[in-house]
Structure formats: structure tokens, C-alpha cells
């Protein structure tokens, strides 16, 4: 779930915990019991979390931009950051690129009306393929998706160098600590890129069967790298 409010969208439900929300196929499929049969239902459940502010760098190194998210690790999947197009705060940003912190790519910061401006620093990561309001705002400015997880909740090859690692640690039950989380943070953090951790009060989908959270990894094609259609 991202730092913003989920806005109720239409989908049609399909077997074994998939379905088709306007072109794009979304997996609801267990994480940590990775044997565990795909389909469950979920409850949003109301919880403490952590919001994180970091920085993302403009690709030209004239600044950076503040933006806050509760899972760091989606970072790796950004494909824009996106800004409210009345907030005189970053019109100046709108059009140019900044680099995706922990990884070798770069994206363009954009603007559009779903940005909250008095939520977080008014600024929105986008990661199009792990959010369904990503999704949307994806679809309006063709954005690429890049799906950075496994079925089994590993980490891919879209991770570059945390690849492999896993979205949760399996010590965990309800896998509330999370492993590339971790290791990504300590990364911005040695690159001077993280500003704070907040308490938080977020909206968890987590399994009705195992307890555990269920994120909503994507897969739109047999590609990682997928574009609308």
C-alpha cells in the first residue's frame, strides 16, 4: 500500500487470486507461506506503521526532492515522482529527471491532480506496478511498469542488487520486519539520501488464512518490463 489513500477502483474478480483491473492482471498471492494455495481473501486492517522521507537526487546534481513512502523497498520500481501541478513548491522540478535511489536508472518528475499536496512532502513516488492508484496515474502518463517481485515474494532482477533477498523475513510470522526494506534503507542511509522514519497509521492488507501481509505484485506479461495495452 503507498503513503496515499486508496480511491475505490472497479475490477473484476478472477479465479485463483487474480484480477483484471483495466488491462493489467494483479496477483494477491501469499508471500511468506510460499506453499500456501493463491486466492486467499485479505482484510485491510488498520496499523502502526513507518512513514520514510528520503531524498530523490536530480539526475543534473542541482538539488534532490523530498518524498515519503511506508515501503522503501518499492522504491526499486519507481517510474516517475509526481507532483501536484498547483504546488508552486516543485513546478520548477516538472520535466526533468532524477535519479531512482538504489539503482543505475533515472525517471522524470511529473505532474498530476491525484497528488495530495498536504499529505507527506507533496511529492509521490510512482511505482505503477505495485499500486493500483500507481497504476492509474501510470496509464494517464504512460509510464513503464517494472515489477521488481517474484511469486514467492523475492526480489528480481529488476532489483539490481538485491536481488534475491526477500520482502520478508521469514523469521517473522506475520512478516512485519522486512529484509530488503533493511538493506535498501542502510543503502540511502550511507548515501545520505534518508531525512526521517515517522510513526505512521496505515491501511494492511494482510491474509485472512496465514495473518501474514499480502502485497499485490503485478504480472502483465511475461515480460518485467511491461507498457500499457
Not at 515522482?81 to 508552486?88: G, L, R, T, Y
Not at 533477498?165 to 506475520?174: G, I, K, T
Not at 545520505?192 to 502483465?220: A, Y
Request: glycine share 8%; aromatic share 8%; hydrophobic share 30%.
Amino acid at each position: 500500500m503507498s503513503s496515499h489513500a486508496i480511491r475505490q477502483r472497479p475490477f473484476l474478480f478472477l479465479p485463483r487470486g487474480c484480477f483484471w483491473g483495466r488491462g493489467l492482471k494483479i496477483n494477491k498471492a501469499a508471500s511468506l507461506h510460499r506453499h500456501e494455495a493463491a486466492g486467499h481473501n485479505v482484510d485491510y486492517v488498520e496499523e502502526s506503521g513507518k512513514l520514510y522521507y528520503f531524498s530523490y537526487p536530480l539526475a543534473d546534481g542541482s538539488g534532490s526532492i523530498p518524498v515519503a513512502t511506508t515501503r522503501p523497498e518499492t522504491i526499486l520500481g519507481d517510474t516517475a515522482v509526481c507532483v501536484h501541478p498547483e504546488d508552486e513548491r516543485f513546478s520548477q522540478y516538472v520535466g526533468k529527471e532524477v535519479r531512482v535511489p538504489g539503482t543505475e536508472r533515472t525517471c522524470t518528475v511529473i505532474a498530476d491532480d491525484y497528488v495530495q499536496m498536504d499529505f507527506g512532502t507533496g511529492a509521490l513516488k510512482v511505482t505503477p506496478a505495485h499500486d493500483i492508484n500507481d497504476y492509474e496515474i501510470g496509464k494517464r502518463h504512460s509510464l513503464p511498469l517494472i515489477n521488481i517481485l517474484n511469486k514467492d515474494a523475492t526480489m528480481n532482477s529488476n532489483a539490481g542488487k538485491y536481488e534475491g533477498l526477500d520482502r520478508c523475513l521469514l523469521s517473522s510470522p506475520l512478516c512485519d520486519r522486512y529484509e530488503c526494506r533493511a538493506k535498501l534503507w542502510a543503502d540511502l542511509e550511507e548515501e545520505g539520501l534518508t531525512r526521517k522514519v515517522e510513526d505512521h497509521q496505515q491501511r494492511v492488507p494482510r491474509s485472512q488464512r496465514s495473518g501474514e501481509v499480502s502485497p499485490p505484485p503485478t504480472t502483465p506479461s511475461s515480460s518485467p518490463l511491461a507498457t500499457w495495452h
